[in-house]
């Protein structure tokens, strides 16, 4: 069973999804209300329980001072690029893009922000253990730490949003949403 609750804090705000089984700790731990349920159940042999697809925190998560740090991650790095190839310039998917360090690892390049942009697999394999000068190859744009993560942040990357969660979601179209679907199993 593959389910996910969305998250929102204590003014509705979405913040983000957990799995069926987070969700359901943090309504026994009382830190959570369920806002929506979905069709699923889980039964034990005393009780069964509605699975979640959408809860609430009771407590109120200031969300500024969260904002102002963003995880270094893959995923990150690809909405900080746009999908975009940072030497090509041709947008993609995910799934057809690599990282590749501007100062390779070889020449002492570190795993930060500033060294790692989204390259499709070509360009990255142009450019292999060389610098962008050596490969005679041009960034689009320098890397850097962003202070904020664009809105499509929200979506986490994944593929379908549930219909109970497009209430608290800005999404304009089924296909601008990127969240599990909780109505769907493995």
Known sequence: MSTYALVLNASFEPIHFVS???????????KAEVVEESEREIRTVKFAIKVPSVLRLLSYIPLSKKRQIVRFSRENIFLRDN???Q?????MGKQH???DHVSPVVQGGKKS???IVSSCKQCNQKKGGRTPQ???????????????????ALYFGVTVSPEKWKTYLLIKS????TLPDP????
Do not use: V
């Not at 069926?20 to 009382?30: E, H, N, V």
């Not at 030497?87 to 947008?91: E, S, V, W």
């Not at 109505?183 to 493995?186: G, K, M, N, R, V």
């Open 20 to 30: 069926w089984q987070r969700a359901i700790q943090l309504l026994f731990q009382g």
């Open 83 to 85: 999908y975009q190839c």
């Open 183 to 186: 109505d769907e199993s493995d």
């Open 97 to 99: 893009l690599t990282l």
């Open 174 to 177: 089924p296909n601008d949403a």
């Open 113 to 115: 922000w500033e060294n």
């Open 87 to 91: 030497y090509c310039g041709k947008k």
């Open 134 to 152: 050596e490969a005679h190859m041009k960034l689009i744009r320098k890397p850097t730490q962003p202070t904020w993560l664009p809105r499509s």
